[in-house]
């Protein structure tokens, strides 16, 4: 873990479709002043504020992914994966610009943002990087599912899923979590989706830009992609890969344990806002802080 902030060195690029509007859109993450934060910016929007800071209070709907907005309507949706690489690298302030509605959905992994995040490279910037420490547990439950954030000395991840397809089952991971551990464990998961479900989703607009180039397509039991799975258990581990994007709405990395069961988008923002309103069970510290304590 790095003491002090970071940004990048110089714009990362991207361009693709989004996975729900099949828009294609253009990227640029640039370098941003300490204490900036992540803050994405519609250049396609002239007429009103374009610029939305990637907050808690700015997630407004989270079916099927993250959308933030700002207060004149302007949104950004599918953030997570472009987060959550963002975080595990250490990048604490970008801005990303971006001429449309929706963050490319790539190849549905965080890999090829990893890609491009590494070309570019990081530049250490001089303020000391702010942790956001859990001091006492949160936990969220919605029937059978459930986001908790547990005091814990480094971060650390652990999911649990379970579907009726056979092709998934029940799957669950738990491990601590760094930046190698991000790279080797999680950056290349894909999303997935349900072929039954996909003329449905098109009628709300949703998944008009989904194809097995950018996610694991299920029927029945059976994976559809000629390659297969990355990972036998590449499921739970995507769904890590959307929890740790969904948390850096935080504005800091974390020091704790995050666990879902059986949680999506929604409640991992849900247990996000009730951290936010206990400020007694969390605190802001830095990361020679949080070390002279732990000794």
Same mark, same amino acid.
């Given at each position: ?20 509007? =099949? ?7 640039? *370098? ?64 990303? /610009? ?8 790539? !190849? ?34 919605? =029937? ?6 547990? *005091? ?32 080797? /464990? ?12 996909? /003329? ?9 830009? =989904? ?9 029945? =039991? ?9 990972? *036998? !258990? ?11 994007? !969904? ?49």
């Amino acid at each position: 873990m790095a003491a002090f902030q970071h940004t990048v060195r110089t714009p990362a690029l991207f361009a693709g479709v989004g996975v729900h509007t =099949g828009a294609y859109v253009r990227v640029a993450v640039q *370098p941003a002043p300490v204490d900036t934060g992540i803050v994405f910016i519609r250049t396609d929007i002239t007429d009103r504020e374009a610029r939305i800071a990637a907050t808690a209070e700015a997630v407004c709907r989270t079916e099927l992914g993250t959308v933030i907005g700002n207060d004149a309507g302007v949104t950004v949706s599918t953030i997570e994966h472009l987060m959550a690489a963002l975080a595990m690298l250490g990048v604490d302030n970008a801005v990303v /610009e971006l001429d449309g509605p929706e963050m490319p959905i790539l !190849d549905g992994s965080a890999q090829p943002f990893v890609r491009g995040l590494d070309r570019t490279g990081l530049r250490a910037q001089e303020a000391p990087r702010r942790f956001i420490e859990i001091l006492e547990t949160v936990e969220v439950v919605e =029937g059978d599912k459930r986001a908790t954030l547990k *005091p814990a000395l480094g971060f650390e991840i652990a999911f649990e899923i379970a579907f009726d397809s056979a092709a998934i089952g029940r799957q669950s991971i738990d491990m601590p979590m760094d930046e190698q551990a991000f790279r080797e /464990e999680l950056a290349d998961c894909r999303t997935f989706g349900f072929l039954a479900d996909v /003329e449905y989703l098109r009628t709300k607009g949703l998944a008009r830009g =989904g194809s097995m180039e950018n996610c694991v397509v299920i029927d029945g =039991g059976t994976v559809l992609n000629p390659e297969g799975l990355r990972r *036998p !258990d590449e499921f739970v581990r995507h769904k890590a890969l959307d929890a740790i994007g !969904d948390l850096y709405v935080l504005g800091a990395p974390l020091l704790g344990r995050f666990e879902g069961v059986l949680a999506g988008h929604g409640l991992n923002n849900a247990v996000v806002r009730a951290l936010m309103a206990r400020p007694e069970a969390w605190r802001v510290c830095t990361l020679a802080e949080a070390l002279r304590e732990a000794v």
